[in-house]
């Protein structure tokens, strides 16, 4: 893969028109109410692969990644986005995010498209997501490509908030003062808006990226425009029962998990953990890149990932 303007720090802004990049909205009735999908087919395969984003964040935030992509001249092949229930444009009526059902209902969907062979990619929460579903869907998981997300430490954290600070304090830190910021709702966003205000939106979503200054202000702005305290409280109530060393250990199908040699959330002792319960999975580092990584340096990302 040769080198170009992809590679420096923060090369593309987010893309909210999808469409100018090849992709059909698919509005689906599911047990959550109506779920975005948002599909761009190459060709008339039953194999496609499943991006699913992070916590504030949603489809788009995939767009710096493919547009390097096709910048790259890399054929990605059949994609579907989606915006998880409670994120972007779709609803969660049910009020609950428990993630077996949500890979349930993103499985029958995948399969009404036409995709019954699925490479799941995924990014934090959505990364998360991705590995559950792995160990549980071994008929239609091809493999699974993970950015920041094996999520040992945040587990840690939700389980034992106060003990895990002396295990991951970064980690322990950072994730409970944010937790707290969505347990006050419209409050603490209100907050987070303010800041970013008075302070400017870089400096607010410094502690989740590598170079604040030099990423691209537009990115920052649409972080905070997708601030969901909601759809955080409702994933974090999977962490208290969750065994990920299980589930993912539970693994057979490819595994690639990539992390930001400076994100401050996942680090170092997540991937040393992921290796520890699946010894296949194949680990790889990406210079200059905090937390939000695929927008910060998406063309070693897709290439860290295998894509």
Same mark, same amino acid.
């Given at each position: 893969?040769?080198?170009?303007?992809s590679? /420096?720090?923060?090369?593309?802004?987010?893309?909210?028109?999808?469409?100018?990049?090849?992709?059909?909205?698919?509005?689906?009735?599911?047990?959550?109410?109506?779920?975005?999908?948002?599909?761009?087919?190459?060709?008339?395969?039953?194999?496609?692969?499943?991006?699913?984003?992070?916590?504030?964040?949603?489809?788009?935030?995939?767009?710096?990644?493919?547009?390097c992509?096709?910048?790259?001249?890399?054929?990605?092949?059949?994609?579907?986005?989606?915006?998880?229930?409670?994120?972007?444009?779709?609803?969660?009526?049910?009020?609950?995010?428990?993630?077996?059902?949500?890979?349930?209902?993103?499985?029958?969907?995948?399969?009404?498209?036409?995709?019954?062979?699925?490479?799941?990619?995924?990014?934090?929460?959505?990364?998360?997501?991705?590995?559950?579903?792995?160990?549980?869907?071994?008929?239609?998981?091809?493999?699974?490509?993970?950015?920041?997300?094996?999520?040992?430490?945040?587990?840690?954290?939700?389980?034992?908030?106060?003990?895990?600070?002396?295990?991951?304090?970064?980690?322990?830190?950072?994730?409970?003062?944010?937790?707290?910021?969505?347990?006050?709702?419209?409050?603490?966003?209100?907050?987070?808006?303010?800041?970013?205000?008075?302070?400017?939106?870089?400096?607010?979503?410094?502690?989740?990226?590598?170079?604040?200054?030099?990423?691209?202000?537009?990115?920052?702005?649409?972080?905070?425009?997708?601030?969901?305290?909601?759809?955080?409280?409702?994933?974090?109530?999977?962490?208290?029962?969750?065994?990920?060393?299980? /589930?993912?250990?539970?693994?057979?199908?490819?595994?690639?998990?990539?992390?930001?040699?400076k994100?401050?959330?996942?680090?170092?002792?997540?991937?040393?953990?992921?290796?520890?319960?699946?010894?296949?999975?194949?680990i790889?580092?990406?210079?200059d890149?905090?937390?939000m990584?695929?927008?910060?340096?998406?063309?070693?990302?897709?290439?860290?990932?295998?894509?």
């Amino acid at each position: 893969m040769t080198s170009c303007a992809s590679d /420096t720090y923060s090369p593309r802004e987010v893309n909210s028109r999808l469409q100018e990049l090849g992709f059909r909205e698919h509005l689906a009735q599911t047990i959550y109410g109506t779920v975005a999908f948002f599909v761009r087919r190459q060709n008339d395969d039953e194999a496609g692969s499943l991006l699913l984003h992070g916590v504030a964040s949603d489809a788009t935030t995939w767009t710096p990644m493919l547009q390097c992509a096709a910048e790259l001249g890399v054929d990605l092949g059949n994609l579907v986005l989606v915006d998880l229930p409670c994120f972007g444009k779709s609803e969660n009526r049910l009020d609950t995010m428990w993630i077996p059902e949500v890979g349930d209902m993103l499985i029958s969907e995948m399969t009404t498209l036409g995709f019954l062979r699925v490479r799941l990619i995924g990014h934090s929460m959505g990364g998360f997501l991705a590995l559950d579903m792995a160990a549980r869907f071994h008929e239609h998981a091809t493999s699974v490509h993970v950015a920041a997300g094996s999520y040992f430490a945040i587990l840690n954290t939700i389980k034992r908030p106060i003990r895990n600070i002396f295990r991951n304090p970064g980690t322990a830190l950072l994730w409970n003062s944010y937790w707290l910021l969505c347990l006050m709702g419209r409050t603490g966003t209100m907050m987070v808006r303010t800041a970013a205000a008075v302070l400017g939106p870089r400096v607010v979503i410094a502690p989740f990226v590598a170079k604040p200054t030099k990423l691209r202000r537009q990115i920052a702005e649409v972080m905070l425009s997708q601030l969901n305290p909601r759809g955080v409280v409702l994933t974090a109530r999977n962490g208290p029962a969750y065994d990920a060393v299980t /589930t993912w250990g539970s693994i057979r199908v490819p595994l690639v998990a990539v992390f930001g040699q400076k994100d401050r959330m996942v680090t170092r002792w997540d991937a040393e953990e992921l290796s520890q319960v699946n010894p296949s999975a194949r680990i790889a580092w990406v210079d200059d890149a905090g937390h939000m990584l695929i927008v910060e340096r998406p063309a070693a990302v897709l290439r860290a990932l295998g894509l």
